[in-house]
């Protein structure tokens, strides 16, 4: 969907040869998965953005460097239509201040820090619009992690890894 100009399928895998003799994940580390969830989540966004907070526009608080990792803790506020086909699934959208940088961004439930499956991933930083007003420009919006995201995970792991 994304190829096709859908910002309502923005999300992606990435499949990689082993390091060492290992997965990947078993060297820096993994993420559970879960799709097809009710909407009503609490997620743990993390990303590294170091785009500029406008302060004009929002509250104040720190400027990103994208040095750090930032974690905004938020729970489903809205949905919306960015392409406007109401036959696709609409995406999330949450309170959170992530600026540029931070695209890609895992939407974690069951958050520990521990990692693995005690950690699922649920979405991802996809968009927010430049409205100068709050809370537009404080609306943050991932991909419902819908059959789409279930038929591409489903895809990466076909693929041989050599």
């Known amino acids: ?12 895998a990435l499949v990689m040869n082993l390091y060492k003799g290992k997965k ?27 785009g ?19 974690i905004c803790a938020t729970a489903f506020a809205t949905t919306d239509l960015p392409s406007g086909n109401p036959d696709l699934p609409a995406t999330n959208g949450v309170g959170c201040d992530q600026t540029g940088g931070t695209s890609g961004g895992p939407w974690v439930v069951d958050f520990s ?21 709050p809370p537009e420009n404080l609306k943050l919006y991932s991909p419902y992690f819908g059959d789409g995201a279930v038929n591409l995970r489903n895809a990466a792991q076909a693929v041989p890894v050599p």
């Open 1 to 12: 969907g994304w190829m096709a100009g859908l910002p309502e399928y923005d999300h992606g």
């Open 113 to 133: 820090g521990v990692g693995g499956a005690t950690n699922f991933l649920n979405g991802n930083n996809s968009y927010r619009y430049n409205s100068p007003n």
């Open 52 to 70: 500029a907070r406008d302060l004009a526009q929002t509250p104040p608080g720190p400027q990103f460097d994208g040095k750090h990792i930032e």
């Open 24 to 50: 990947i994940g078993n060297v820096v580390g993994w993420l559970g998965f879960v799709a097809n969830a009710a909407r009503g989540q609490h997620w743990h966004i993390l990303g590294y953005q170091q």
